[in-house]
């Protein structure tokens, strides 16, 4: 039997300010359950390049957990590209270093083998076609791997 009156309650914030020759960007995601006894589908689950990079998608499933990132994001001289007739884009990318941690606590053993604690990767990211698409390498530094990820700018997100 599950608890109906269990609660679940999410945060996403970001936040973003100019810094030296760059940008500052940090952004937390983070989940809570009741107590009570729950389906799996509800506990928190988090892994992949959005919430973890350096681990694999939703490696990680608790009552409780956190995703923080911080980068830097600075641009960089970078081969101009043909557009055609449209142009060329700018001889400018944009290259982002950065640190991430994922805290999770109160993990059942049924799922993904109990992890418990903070998990940190670093890794960078790198955004050659005017912010349009980004290119990301990471690695998990608490029995992670090395992960590879290209994703489109999220102004685009909506009309996919």
């Not at 300010?17 to 952004?27: E, F, I, K, S």
């Not at 060329?88 to 083998?113: E, K, M, N, Q, Y």
């Not at 670093?122 to 980004?134: A, D, K, S």
Request: a positive charge; zero cysteines; glycine letters at 10%.
């Amino acid at each position: 039997h599950y608890d109906r009156r269990a609660a679940r309650v999410a945060v996403d914030a970001e936040y973003e300010r100019a810094v030296a020759a760059g940008t500052l960007q940090m952004r937390t995601v983070a989940a809570a359950l009741s107590g009570g006894a729950l389906p799996p589908q509800m506990f928190v689950y988090l892994g992949g390049p959005t919430t973890a990079p350096g681990y694999r998608f939703d490696e990680f499933a608790a009552r409780r957990g956190v995703s923080q990132h911080v980068e830097w994001r600075t641009e960089i001289p970078f081969v101009p590209i043909a557009l055609g007739r449209f142009g060329r884009t700018p001889s400018r990318a944009t290259i982002a270093p950065f640190v991430h941690a994922v805290w999770v606590d109160d993990s059942p053993s049924l799922l993904r083998g109990n992890r418990q604690g903070w998990y940190p990767s670093v890794g960078v990211g790198f955004e050659p076609l005017l912010g349009i698409v980004r290119f990301d390498v990471a690695r998990g530094l608490r029995d992670g791997r090395w992960t590879f990820s290209a994703d489109l700018s999220r102004a685009w997100w909506a009309i996919l």
